[in-house]
């Protein structure tokens, strides 16, 4: 089983929708999770950061983290053609403070 | 501009090449490490330093050297290397604090490529 898991897509959303990207993890222990956005030929930024059971907002994303069910997700409201990109989820496991497990990434396709 | 900066942008070198990749950053971080992005597969963890100290390496081949002569610089040094090891090398720096907070900042990277 892969340390953290996400579907490699591509997922296409049609402009002005909700884009949902998931993401699960298999180290329960894990406190600290991250969505970062990798557009093509660019580094990869980071978009939120998530550390409690719950929903988190930050403009038009949203970052959701179920810890019972060891999973998180982000969706994009309102989906524009900038937001096209790889999406990223990484995970801190409890084993390591400093180390930071990334998924393959998520490819997001929005079409006008 | 994340306060991480790489140099060079993009390499080429020979298998008997001997290169090195620079990176520095300017947020007053703590904790330093490198990364391998390869083509239709996840970021892979190199190296981690914390506060000057490796603390992570996760089994890398000996032809990659890495070297943190202070908690703003991080050198990788190349030798040797083989074609497959032609990737996107990206330097990512954070607070290095304890927790489980800790969020990475990355730099531009790297674009190596050995013929």
């Known amino acids: 089983q892969k340390e953290v898991e996400q579907n490699s897509g591509p997922l296409s959303v049609p402009e002005g929708a909700i884009a949902s990207l998931n993401c699960t993890y298999s180290?329960?222990?894990?406190?600290?999770f991250f969505w970062y956005r990798q557009y093509s030929g660019k580094s990869p930024e980071l978009i939120m950061s998530?550390?409690?059971?719950g929903d988190k907002e930050d403009g038009r994303f949203t970052a959701q983290l179920n810890k019972a069910s060891q999973y998180v997700s982000l969706l994009i409201r309102d989906s524009q053609p900038s937001d096209s990109a790889t999406y990223l989820c990484a995970v801190n496991p409890q084993s390591s403070a400093s180390k930071i497990i990334f998924g393959s990434g998520t490819r997001l396709s929005i079409r006008p | 501009e994340t306060g991480v900066t790489q140099t060079p942008r993009h390499l080429v070198m020979g298998m008997t090449n001997k290169k090195s990749l620079k990176c520095e950053q300017h947020l007053g971080h703590n904790a330093m490490y490198w990364y391998k992005q390869s083509a239709k597969k996840p970021l892979e963890l190199m190296f981690v330093?914390?506060?000057?100290?490796?603390?992570e390496n996760n089994s890398v081949p000996s032809r990659f050297s890495p070297e943190c002569p202070n908690s703003s610089h991080l050198f990788l040094h190349l030798h040797t290397l083989q074609p497959e090891d032609s990737a996107l090398y990206l330097c990512?720096?954070?607070?290095?604090?304890?927790?489980?907070?800790?969020?990475?900042?990355f730099g531009p990277g790297t674009r190596l490529t050995v013929l």
């Open positions: 998530i550390y409690s059971n």
């Open positions: 180290d329960r222990g894990s406190q600290s």
């Open positions: 990512a720096s954070s607070q290095g604090v304890t927790g489980g907070t800790d969020t990475q900042y």
């Open positions: 330093y914390n506060f000057k100290e490796q603390t």
